[in-house]
């Protein structure tokens, strides 16, 4: 209550006590000023919540400001990198020529900062940095335990190691941008460039990590695997999943479900999302299905519908798909492809492989 009121209730508590003078008028007041009492001290309490809330805002502010004005050696080293950048591709293109150079490392470690953040499958994977192709092994058998009795010959369990080979495939971004755009100084173009060739290799290497050729390209978990019936669930009716397909599903990935993920496209999920158990839907109407027997919903567009055929969901530990991933990235202006539009085109490129290491860490289900 206002404490203004409450002393006026005061007041008036004191004044019908003092002419009455009567216990009812005393308990009256008595109660008035314990309210106001209770009432001054949760006021005071709050307004020095107040002062200290505002004293830690203005610290943080203050530590902000100083950590702007103080860049670090890395802010310094990229900033100097994209200003440089920067000169020679506008240079190039103020004389008539394209610029064709790499990305300098600083920038190019901007743009995989960049593609972690904007995640997708690629966030969960085993992630190889290296300069060429790379090979390591991988264990292709099961070790077991057993019981034996005193004095009788333990038998070994033989250990296969499957060696893994990643190649280097380039992979490509074009994308145009009008002339006016580039010589605007004020257009900050590193940060620019950094987002459109961060989300173009992001969408293409979540697609390949599912759906890959292995020609010429990432392997994906699916082309890998799709012909491997130990590893693939059907559904028991045509066009629709239950959730009994679901757990069938889950009984076909050996490996633990600790790490795993269920990837399905987000028209797949509405559909599993109207399923019920009687009369009431298992999952919620408005978030939609965010775990399925405790396994993470990834939802990723590269996977197919529920149609006749297709494989619909792949539940996979996908720590077991690597990617061999080449830091040098490579920048090229385009500028007589777009020049009757007064555009310029930008390609990138970078080298990039990728595939599963071991069938037991992934499993399909099929539409039937």
Known sequence: ????????KVKEAFEVMFESKTDESIKSYEKAVEELK???KIAEYAANERARKEEADKERAEAMKEKISQPTMEDNKLKEEAIKFV????????????FTGVIPTEIAQRIERRKE???????YCTIHNTSGNYNFLVDGGTVE???VNEG???DSTDISLNQVELSSFDMYVLFKVSE????DVAVDLVAFLTEKIAKAFVKKENEGILKGTGDKQMTGVITKYKSENDVIATTSAAGKITLEDIKELMTKMKFTKENARLVMNESTMWALSSLKDGSNYIFSQKEGVKFIFGVPVEINPAMDNIETGKIAIVLGDFSYYHIANRMNMELKTLKELYAESDMIGFRAKKSIDGKPSTKDAFALLKVK
């Open 152 to 154: 009788v010959k333990i």
């Open 87 to 98: 000169e020679k591709i506008r240079e190039a293109l103020t004389v008539g020529t394209n």
């Open 180 to 183: 006016k755009f580039i010589s």
């Open 145 to 147: 335990a057993t019981y």
């Open 1 to 8: 209550m206002n404490l203004e009121l409450l002393r006026k």
């Open 38 to 40: 209770k009432s001054e």
């Open 117 to 123: 953040e904007l995640g997708g499958l690629r966030k």
